[in-house]
């Protein structure tokens, strides 16, 4: 569980709130070069908390968030280094402003104490936080697909489904959000929904292969077997080793009858996941539809030493 602050938006000299901080930047550079005629010590503790602070600053953009609450732990110190100089300077041999110093720090320090207190009560979970964090930033894609993750992760796809279509309607070019709307209509099973929703991701994000696997899962739970080909093949394509492909287009094979087709393709996945057990279950199945009992005896025999409720499924279907 981590905060979330997103990117003022638009992220343009236009906003004026970025135009405000431009412009506190450039007033603070000056103070501080001015400040040089009586102290190093501003210029210096800010130079440290500049450089600390620097690989946070997205200039190798590494995350979507502006900023985050664990960025200034280290990079303080500088700050820190300057207020203990100014204090060092204020109260040398003054016992009267040593005095009020102390008093205004441990005001300050209440002050903080109590505000850190009501800020904690949004963090009580993920769920909290995150919907916390979307007041300040209501149209935030990316805060909007995370929280949507994390209610699809505790199972209330419901409110996932929700959040990611909020989400596709702020930015419809996000293929990341309908993938993940995909993939909530599924386990909804609104499938018509979700096969629409892989078709964009796909014209969005053409090389990426859970696209295709999720979308060929789609086509599977409507009955579309036929549908299910092409996609499967071409998530092979990109990730040839994909075991889920594999098993995607087996079953596609398997509802179409096209057994000797699956038997072929299975004898390639075993090569890449010789210990996957639906592939092991799968070629004895494929070896039984092709007329070679003994191949899935031996495929029994391996699922033994494997997972033995396989092994018994595929020994009843031997059996029979």
Known sequence: ??????????????????????????????????SLRWTKAALTGSLIFFIAILPTMQIFKFSDVIASDKFVYLPSLGLLMMLTSFLSWFCANKQAKLLA?????????????????????????????????????????????????????????????????????????????????????????????????????????????????ELAGAYFAVGKFEEQIAPCKKAIELSPNSVNAYINLGSAYSS???????????????????QNLQIRFGLGYFYLKTGDPNSALQQYEILKQLDTAQADALRSLIQN
């Not at 009501?118 to 964090?133: Q, V």
């Not at 179409?256 to 010789?274: N, Q, S, T, V």
């Open 101 to 213: 110093v102390l008093v205004v720090v441990l005001l300050l320090a209440a002050a903080e104490g109590i505000a850190t207190r009501n800020y904690l009560t949004c963090w009580k979970d993920t769920f909290i936080l995150y919907n916390h964090m979307l007041t300040l930033a209501p149209d935030s894609v990316s805060l909007h697909g995370q929280l949507a993750i994390t209610y699809g992760r505790a199972g209330q796809n419901e409110k996932a489904k929700e959040l990611l279509e909020q989400t596709v309607a702020i930015d419809p070019s996000d293929g990341q959000a309908w993938f993940n709307l995909g993939v909530a209509y599924s386990k909804l099973e609104l499938y018509p929904k979700a096969i629409d929703a892989f078709q964009k991701t796909i014209r969005l994000s053409p090389n990426y292969p859970n696209a295709y696997i």
């Open 1 to 34: 569980m981590t905060s979330h602050y997103t990117y003022p938006q638009p992220f343009a000299i236009s906003n004026p709130k970025v135009l405000a901080d431009v412009v506190a930047a450039i007033i603070l550079i000056i103070m501080l070069v001015v």
């Open 256 to 274: 179409l009858g096209r057994f000797a087709d699956g038997l072929e393709l299975y004898k390639r996945a075993e090569k890449i996941a010789p």
